[in-house]
């Protein structure tokens, strides 16, 4: 069954430094997404991604997130300057379609950063 | 955007049958009741989505009254494995699935 894949599993990084998480959604799906998950809080959406430009964001996603789409197969988030309360599980999902019923979205396994 | 109300958490011996109810009195008319799970330090999965009446599939079932303002998630016989976090969300537009807190459920053997 095809699935959403996340690298690195786990990324520590210093405060203020630029990270780089990378997703690689399944194949045939046309929309990609970012969600975050601070610990012990829910699960919060960041960014939709669709025909290589940004669909819809929210607060969270500020002038330090940047999302790319680099290639046929990656889809990254970047976080220019990391902030102590960057820390979070980071979710990527993709599904076929963008909204409307049966709009299933498929998470990958999420990466843990770890601002210090 | 509706709004949800479910319990924080419920507890369940293995083998029994587990409902969750959720409330969405504010639901629009094109808006279409969805139910994720996750597990600790996995991403959320999708198990149900319905509009109306009752939809099955082989993980769980969704009751859906006539009013729509609530919803009742229905897991048959519960294994322990069923123990994770049950999100009811209410969608139609917009690309961005809106999680609230969710349901914590237990179940012990």
């Known amino acids: 069954e095809p699935e959403v894949t996340q690298t690195p599993s786990h990324q520590v990084t210093q405060m203020g430094q630029e990270v780089i998480l990378r997703c690689v959604p399944i194949s045939n799906h046309l929309y990609f997404y970012w969600y975050r998950q601070i610990l012990g809080q829910k699960v919060e959406f960041l960014v939709s991604f669709y025909n290589n430009e940004i669909s819809e964001k929210s607060e969270i996603f500020d002038d330090q997130f940047s999302v790319e789409r680099p290639d046929g197969s990656n889809f990254t988030l970047k976080i220019r300057s990391t902030k102590l309360e960057d820390s979070a599980m980071y979710f990527c999902?993709?599904?076929?379609?963008?909204?409307?019923?049966?709009?299933?979205?498929?998470f990958g396994p999420g990466t843990r950063l770890t601002v210090l | 955007l509706a709004k949800t109300t479910q319990p924080i958490s419920m507890d369940s011996y293995e083998g029994q049958e587990v409902n969750i109810t959720c409330s969405h009195n504010?639901?629009?008319?094109?808006?279409?009741i969805t139910w994720y799970q996750q597990f600790p330090s996995q991403g959320p999965r999708f198990i149900i989505q319905?509009?109306?009446t009752k939809v099955t599939n082989e993980v769980a079932s969704l009751f859906i009254p006539a009013d729509r303002k609530s919803s009742t998630l229905s897991l048959p016989r519960v294994s322990l494995s069923d123990t994770a976090v049950y999100y009811c969300l209410v969608e139609n537009s917009g690309y961005a699935l809106n999680f609230g807190k969710g349901t914590s459920l237990l179940v012990t053997p």
């Open positions: 999902a993709s599904s076929p379609k963008g909204t409307g019923s049966y709009n299933e979205q498929f």
């Open positions: 319905g509009y109306k």
């Open positions: 504010n639901i629009a008319t094109n808006d279409y």
